[in-house]
């Protein structure tokens, strides 16, 4: 049998706004004041490191003054200095290290594998039973932290524990006049340093729980005056949401009466509603509507970028009959389509046509130049004679009637699958890479050449030059090159050089385009991609079909 009404509006009430208005303030309040603790902690505690950070660091250097110049130019063993002249300068280094409140400090030298104490101050508790560390001690015991700054020369800092205690310790590497290097160390007992931080976090905590109790007694007034109005604006917005946000004018009317009776941001909240009401009939208009032309655009989109691809030949390996070559492509578009071509083609049993370009701009424009100038390049080199011919004619093609005064940078190549050798044109595009079967790398020589599609009748010139079996080509546009991480550092044909160099498990056209590719995005990292990305390999097999 189901409850009736007022039992459950009973146990409504019994959890109502009030009660969670609260428990929503007690959570909030708790944690800022956790958050205001952690923070005002971290501060302090950096201020307490820097400070103990910076007092390891000067007493280095005043241990650098404390201990004469050629000091350490004399020591090459452990007799090379005078027990007296040890315990002065232990005295002094003790002294000091008191004053200044550090449990030790000293001088290391390596010698070998082997780290030896050549200046040590010495603990009162040490004086007094003769204790002192004796000079070229062995230093077994020593931290990594040390050996590093033997090894590389950095200071550093660094907490550990050895049969000496637990301390915070500075390593500062210095070359003495002999060109040698001593390590100049001094340490604060951690126990100290952990102190300091337990009253920091008592401080932050008590901080933290002051601003607490605080915020709940202010909230529990502020949740009383408040309460009241929200039920009734609570309702209101609920009644909306289930009407589709079509307005009732009673609830309208209560509103309005609510901002007049209201002169705080209560009521300010009530008249911002009804305001809201309004503008949001006309945002959903105008969403629907914009929301129906994106959904077209984006579709439009789609089916273009679906076209361009398509025109491009994707199907790897190419010529899955033939043993002489291995060709691998593949292009990136910045937007949903873009001006970036390659292309390929058997131009008889013998030789074989490829082109890679880049058009001038981006988007659907770029896609059309793009779209013409492949058909252009694959018709034109069914005919032409050479390259230069290719390149002469398509040039005179897209500079006619080139009202948006577009161009397109192209290098264009014949392989000849008999003897590797290859003829090429430049139009006005990067120089590609060669990749030698022993994993050698060097950039073809550029040739003059203009972008095609801004002057008709241009001659193109050409030459030539030769592949042995395993050599790979590999051809780019601008987009590789000039790739940009987050802090506009540029790829660069440096580090196409570099990453064609890399041995990788296998060298086939697929894995050096991808290869190229992957470290590409590596280099970006999470950069938006601001340029249309295309590479080709030919890769010479220099076995018959």
Known sequence: MNEPASEIAAA???????????????????????????????????????????????????VNEIVPDEYHARIIGPDSIPKAEYDKLQYRLSRFAQRSELVYVYTYMRFGDEIRTVSTSATPREIETRAQTR??????????????????????????????????????????VDERTYVIGADVDLAMVQRRLIQALETSIGVGAGMFALSMALGWLLVDRIVGPLIRLTEFTRNMGQRNFQPDERELAAMNAISLRRPDEVG????????????????????????????????????ARDIQVGMLPRTFPPFPQRRDVDVFALLES?????????????IDENRLFFVVGDVSGKGVPAALF??????????????????????????????????????????????????GTVEYSDGGHEAPFVR?????????????GMALGVIGDVPYGSAQFQLAPGDALVLFTDGVSEAANATDDLFTTDRIETALATVRPENTARRLAEGLAEDVRVFVGATPQSDDIAILVVRYEGLKS
């Open 334 to 346: 910045a937007k949903h389509v873009g001006g970036d071509l390659y292309d390929y083609a058997l």
């Open 12 to 62: 409504r009430r019994r959890f109502g706004l009030k009660t969670q208005l609260l428990l929503l303030l007690f959570t909030l309040s708790l944690i800022s004041a956790t958050a205001y603790s952690i923070v005002l902690y971290n501060i302090d505690r950096a201020e307490i490191m820097a400070g103990i950070d910076g007092r390891l660091r000067t007493a280095a250097l005043a």
């Open 135 to 176: 000079f070229f001690t062995l230093y077994d015991t020593a931290p990594k932290a040390l050996h590093q700054s033997f090894a590389d020369g950095q200071p550093r800092f660094d907490e550990y524990r050895d049969s000496f205690g637990r301390f915070r310790s500075i390593y500062m590497p210095v070359r003495g």
């Open 268 to 303: 300010s909240l009530a008249e911002a509603m009804t305001a809201m009401i309004a503008r949001l009939q006309r945002y959903l208009k105008e969403m629907e509507q914009a929301t129906a032309a994106r959904e077209r655009v984006e579709g439009e989109l789609s089916a």
């Open 436 to 448: 030698r079967a022993d994993g050698s790398v060097s950039r073809l020589p550029k040739l003059k």
């Open 370 to 419: 793009m779209a013409m100038t492949t058909t252009l390049f694959k018709a034109t080199a069914l005919t032409a004679q050479s390259t230069g011919e290719i390149m002469a004619r398509v040039n005179t093609e897209l500079a006619r009637d080139n009202a948006q005064e577009m161009f397109v940078t192209a290098f264009s190549g014949i392989l000849d699958l008999r003897t």
